[in-house]
């Protein structure tokens, strides 16, 4: 069967072997490109890498298909050993782009969506803001403010808002409470590996145990972004 690791902290590329890549690269630090994924079957022989899209969808080129599918999601350490981190999922379908010429490898584009969503472990993103400083009272600071703050699990997020997260939001911050974005970040950025992640929304007061931030998740608006940019 054909199996997917879905690399959520591997801090190595692993690319076909046909390709002409420098002999140069150095090991990527820890958890810094939770997106890899690379492709394997059979007792874990490893021929393709892949990106991260969302929580379901992985980018990688069309020469990787294989017609047989089976599939998981797994992570891979520093070294190329198991940390922990890995996950292992099936993978549904592999879909490549329409014109893709395998002879001239023109179009070498390919989709591929797992059997169930990956889980994101937590890593730090930054939020910055004017916002308050004081988890009593107010302070606003004259200098922009920034905070490293982890992204939590799905399941971290409903447990502190039961009933109120939907897909269109994500938690971020420290179950423990102390550091939290706050009245006045509103509408700010949350930046995760150079990417703009999230906005900030809302939450229970600030910095509150069992009451991290909340955010809205950009990448579910991409679509939307993309048409409202082309038609003003």
């Avoid at 379901?56 to 990787?64: F, P």
């Avoid at 906005?199 to 991290?212: I, L, R």
Wanted: net charge positive; proline share 6%.
């Amino acid at each position: 069967s054909v199996v997917l690791l879905v690399s959520i902290f591997v801090p190595i590329t692993f690319l076909p072997p046909s390709l002409h890549i420098k002999t140069t690269y150095n090991p990527c630090p820890a958890h810094s490109q939770p997106w890899q994924v690379f492709l394997t079957y059979g007792a874990g022989y490893r021929w393709c890498g892949g990106s991260l899209i969302n929580d379901r969808w992985v980018i990688s080129a069309a020469h990787c298909y294989k017609t047989k599918r089976g599939c998981i999601a797994d992570s891979l350490g520093q070294k190329g050993q198991e940390e922990g981190t890995e996950q292992h999922i099936q993978v549904e379908k592999a879909i490549r782009y329409p014109g893709y010429d395998a002879r001239t490898t023109d179009n070498d584009f390919m989709l591929i969506k797992l059997s169930q969503p990956v889980t994101f472990n937590a890593f730090d993103c930054l939020v910055s803001g004017w916002g308050n400083t004081r988890t009593s009272g107010v302070e606003y600071p004259d200098k922009l403010q920034c905070l490293k703050l982890p992204i939590l699990s799905s399941s971290a997020c409903q447990t502190s808002y039961p009933g109120r997260i939907t897909k269109n939001m994500f938690c971020a911050g420290y179950i423990e409470g102390g550091k939290d974005s706050c009245q006045g970040d509103s509408g700010g950025p949350l930046v995760c590996n150079g990417k703009l992640s999230g906005v900030v929304s809302w939450g229970a007061g600030c910095a509150q145990k069992n009451k991290p931030g909340v955010y809205t998740t950009v990448c579910n608006y991409h679509s939307w972004i993309q048409e409202v940019l082309a038609n003003n």
